[in-house]
């Protein structure tokens, strides 16, 4: 009678054994998550455009150094930081002049004009912040 009892004790530990290792291992084996629900995409000119343009719906990005046109677009038109003589063309545009001396025509159409470090002149722009 001992031998038996002796016997379903010695069995009833390999399976507490068996059952920790088998939890263990389950455990370890988690899934990672998903990136299905994660989305992508391009980042455009109205992404990267000041918030005082944010009234204006842009379409394409003019940068350069001294002087520099825009288009009948709706431009966000990036100066340097030199001297810069900037026009806006015909489009309802976002100018932002840099630092330097900047001459900044918005041209037609309702246009920002951000001037920046240095004494900037305006003409024909809708809205105008030194």
Avoid at 91 to 106: F, L, R, Y
């Amino acid at each position: 009678m001992l031998r038996l009892i002796r016997h379903f004790a010695i069995a009833g530990i390999f399976i507490l054994i068996w059952w920790t290792v088998v939890s263990a291992m389950a455990a370890a084996n988690t899934v990672p998550t998903s990136k299905l629900l994660n989305t992508t995409r391009p980042i455009t000119v109205n992404d990267v455009k000041p918030t005082e343009c944010a009234g204006l719906t842009l379409t394409a990005l003019v940068t350069g150094s001294g002087t520099i046109s825009g288009t009948a677009a709706a431009e966000l038109i990036l100066g340097s930081s030199a001297l810069d003589n900037i026009s806006g063309g015909s489009g309802n545009d976002c100018i932002v002049g840099g630092a330097g001396n900047d001459s900044i025509n918005g041209g037609n159409g309702s246009d920002v004009c951000i001037g920046g470090a240095g004494t900037d002149t305006f003409s024909n722009c809708e809205t105008s912040y030194q």
